[in-house]
């Protein structure tokens, strides 16, 4: 049976190159890997007082979605040199209520995402930072800094061969990850 993996897309906009990004590497993954966005657009900002039983039906369709995950994808641009509040957000409603965080021993991987140079080299080592807090285990190699991003499509399309070569190179270590780790 496929893994299926909750692809969490740090980007708000449509058209970003993120999510872009994460629709690449959905496409490009290996047979055993079952890919799905799971989308944070939704998400109100984390508030315990929100947390009456039954918690706020957005928090409990997001927990539901990871819960039922194999593995978790991030993908992420950079703001600021850390991650997108969205993606913070989510981490933290994840994580809530205490003791009964949805993203424990998940397998996980992050690919962040900027037209610069960096390649969201500062977003992705605060993801890494929040990760082994929430006991997941980070995929440490090949890691996935797509800077230029502009120049590597043509509107939704993947033209560059490189990064396209890289993405199966880093999905096939991804599925071979989630395997060793998965429950």
């Known amino acids: ?20 990004v994460a629709h690449s590497l959905i496409e490009l993954a290996p047979a055993g890997l079952a890919l ?8 109100p900002l984390y508030n315990e007082d929100d ?17 039922g995950a194999d593995g978790i994808l991030f993908c992420t641009p950079e703001y600021n040199r850390s991650v997108p509040g969205c ?20 397998p996980t991987a992050i690919a962040s995402v900027s037209p610069g140079a960096l390649g969201g080299f500062g977003a992705n080592h605060h993801l890494r930072q929040m990760l082994p807090f929430l006991n997941m285990p980070t ?29 199966q190179k880093f ?7 989630v395997v060793q780790h998965a429950g």
Do not use: C, H, Q
Request: no cysteine; glycine share 6%; aromatic share 12%.
């Open 139 to 167: 995929m440490p190699a090949p890691e996935a800094y797509i800077g230029g991003v502009a120049s590597k499509y043509d509107g939704a399309t993947l033209t560059d061969e490189s990064t396209r070569a890289f993405f």
């Open 36 to 43: 799905s966005i799971v989308e944070l657009r939704d998400l």
């Open 1 to 20: 049976a496929s893994k299926k993996i909750a692809v969490l897309v740090g980007s708000l906009r449509k058209e970003s190159f993120t999510r872009r």
């Open 87 to 106: 993606l913070k957000n989510a981490i933290d409603v994840g994580s809530r209520p205490y003791g009964k965080a949805v993203f424990a021993d998940k």
């Open 171 to 177: 999905m096939a270590a991804f599925g071979f990850w």
């Open 51 to 67: 947390e009456p039983d039954p918690p706020p039906a957005a928090y409990a369709a997001f927990r539901d979605a990871i819960r």
